[in-house]
């Protein structure tokens, strides 16, 4: 076993995710046996190769730092879930001590 | 109207031309076939049948002002993944429910500058994670020829829609096989073009370096119309390439004579179905009876690219996903603070399959695990591009089956991940190599399911491939929809 329950929880919280009781036991065993097939690639000799990122070269696109049309304020923030004036709304964030 | 069914898209506008037909009337064609064959088959999310029939009568008063177009008031499917303007894009996700795109995807506008009708949003894989629509988390799409079979997937509503006839054309997306393998599982024609040849920007992100937009059709003729609207350079996508787009109709029906065709010896493995090997086989030998030439190549990091894909498309994928937090977009479950909230907002608002994931993807990009892993599997992405480079030296196309086996049951492999991910091997090192590769229909197995022919090519090779693609199609003559959707 390479997954344990306690990693597949730290793992999840690193993503944010809160899993069930059974949800991890699912995942531990699952991801255990998916992590497995892929050791596989340890088989192969890979010194002094170089990863491949992209499959296609890529080169940096610039572009004349000019004003154009944009989508707007409202537009963009109509889709969420709570906002207040021109803003996003979220629980707060640090805690201030009384 | 029926007819149309059978015609391409050039014979459609042809009718359209000539004012036998109207848009209205098309479209009017395609909303009855969905009513009252889309219950069954579960293919559109949503049909946008106001908009359509919107689009429908400007495209007709634009046909009667003598405006032209190879798309003009031709009704098409988009696999609800593409953001639209004024129209909910979901990804099949619940996370997304509910989302409305303030502008559109660069294909999207592509397709609207040549007034083509948007009929409605089909089913997928949650973020186009699957192999068989079952992902979905909204309902489980089912394959035009057999109820109880799933249509491939992640664009299995895409597939399965062509394939019944409840739309012209479609759009899908392909990161490791989801355009081609459901072509191939419902007998449609599919293409991932080369990485970067159509723009991405717009299209809900799942493995950025892998993910490519294309057409999935009733001909090989509609593949190249629709790659002609939507393939080319886009300064909206950094990875787009800056080349010119060929017409891609011109190299149809050119014959194939000298071409070199690569047969990769390890692409007929252990497990695959008899009767898909026997349809790979004789479409070989319609392409040496047509003059071209057959040469063996080997591939020899074939095996790997099933464990070298799980590890880079589920890196990119937890990446891609942590904007789904609560806050911009979609859904959003309260919590203790923010961090809380984000976890319930989460896990409410994803699938098992994106779930499983986001913690792989997380797992392989971890510290301590990122050179065994991530950094390991891009060194393995390198030597199978090398294994593409080196088989080109010696052939034009290559050509294999798209899947090892036709469609399966609906539930048959859903809770056993590993096997799912392995029914993706034959289409999943394109994408690593950003290779064009097109499912095009050859046969059927003794059960009626359809079998598709992959066909690949090198870099920006579309034409070639469509060229081979359209003798397949010629000569094999595959029935294209199925009789009890007549």
Redo the contacts between chains.
């Keep these: 076993m390479k997954i344990t329950k306690d990693v597949v929880e730290y793992v999840a919280h690193l993503g944010r995710l809160e899993l069930e009781h059974d949800e991890v036991e699912l995942y531990t065993t699952q991801l255990d046996r998916i992590l497995d097939y892929v050791d596989a690639l340890n088989k192969l000799d890979t010194e002094g190769i170089e990863p491949t990122s992209h499959a296609v070269p890529l080169d940096s696109v610039m572009r004349e730092d000019e004003v154009r049309d944009s989508i707007g304020v409202d537009s963009s923030i109509r889709n969420a879930p709570e906002r207040k004036e021109t803003f996003f709304k979220v629980p707060p964030i640090i805690e201030v001590e009384e | 109207m029926e007819r149309v069914l059978d015609m391409t898209i050039q014979e459609v506008r042809e009718l359209l031309r000539k004012k036998e037909i109207s848009s209205v009337e098309l479209t009017g064609f395609y909303l009855e076939r969905i009513k009252k064959y889309d219950g069954s088959l579960l293919t559109y999310l949503r049909v946008t049948e106001e908009e359509a029939l919107e689009m429908a009568r400007d495209a007709d008063r634009r046909i009667g002002q003598g405006e032209d177009g190879p798309l003009l008031g031709i009704p098409l499917g988009i696999k609800d993944i593409f953001c639209t303007k004024g129209i909910e894009t979901t990804c099949a996700s619940r996370i997304l429910e ?3 795109p ?2 559109d995807a660069t294909v999207i506008k592509k397709l609207k500058d040549r007034s083509f009708v948007h009929l409605g949003r089909l089913n997928m894989d949650e973020f186009a994670m699957g192999s068989s629509t079952e992902n979905s988390a909204f309902q489980t799409t089912k394959n035009p020829w057999d109820l109880s079979r799933i249509p491939g997937g992640s664009s299995g509503g895409s597939a399965s829609a062509v394939a019944a006839g409840l739309c012209a054309a479609a759009l899908g997306t392909d990161t490791g096989g989801s355009i081609r393998q459901p072509a191939s599982l419902c007998g449609a024609v599919g293409m991932k073009p ?3 040849r159509v723009s991405r920007y717009g299209l809900i992100a799942f493995a950025s ?1 892998l993910d490519q937009v294309g057409p999935l059709t009733r001909s090989v003729s509609d593949c190249a119309v629709v790659m002609n609207a939507i393939a080319g350079y886009d ?1 909206m996508d ?2 787009s ?1 800056p080349q010119p787009v060929p017409d891609y109709t011109e190299l149809l029906g050119r014959d194939i004579k000298g071409m070199k065709i690569g047969i990769p010896r390890e692409y007929f493995i252990e497990g695959m179905d008899e009767d898909v090997k026997r349809a790979v086989r004789e479409s070989l030998a319609v392409f040496e009876h047509q003059g071209a030439s057959l040469v063996d190549i080997s591939l020899p ?1 074939t ?2 690219a ?3 894909y ?2 880079i498309c589920t890196a990119e994928a ?1 990446s891609n996903l ?1 904007r789904y ?8 479950i ?11 907002t ?2 409410k608002g ?1 699938g ?1 399959e994106v ?2 994931r ?6 392989v990009l ?1 510290s301590g695990y990122y050179d065994a ?1 991530y ?9 199978m ?1 090398r294994d593409f480079d080196e088989a080109f030296k010696a052939c034009d196309i290559i050509v294999t089956a798209v899947s090892p086996t036709t469609a399966f049951k609906t539930g048959e492999k859903i809770d056993d ?2 096997t799912m ?1 392995l029914s993706d091997i034959f289409t999943i090192p394109m994408n ?4 064009p590769a097109m499912s095009v229909p050859c046969g059927f197995d003794g059960s009626g399911l359809p079998i598709g022919l992959q066909i690949i090519g090198r ?1 920006l090779d579309e034409g070639r491939i469509m060229q081979a693609g359209y003798v397949i199609e010629r000569e094999r003559a595959v029935k294209k929809i199925p009789d009890t959707l007549r």
């Design positions: 509910g989302f409305v303030p502008y080369t990485y970067g370096s300064p950094s990875t390439i990091h095996e790997y099933v464990a070298t799980y590890v937890s942590a937090d609560g806050v911009k977009y979609g859904l959003r309260d919590g203790k603070d923010i961090i809380d909230m984000y976890k319930k989460r896990s994803f098992k779930k499983r986001i913690i792989l993807g997380t797992y971890s892993y950094r390991k599997a891009g060194k393995v992405r390198t030597l591009r991940p590993l991910y690593l190599a950003g290779l870099p």
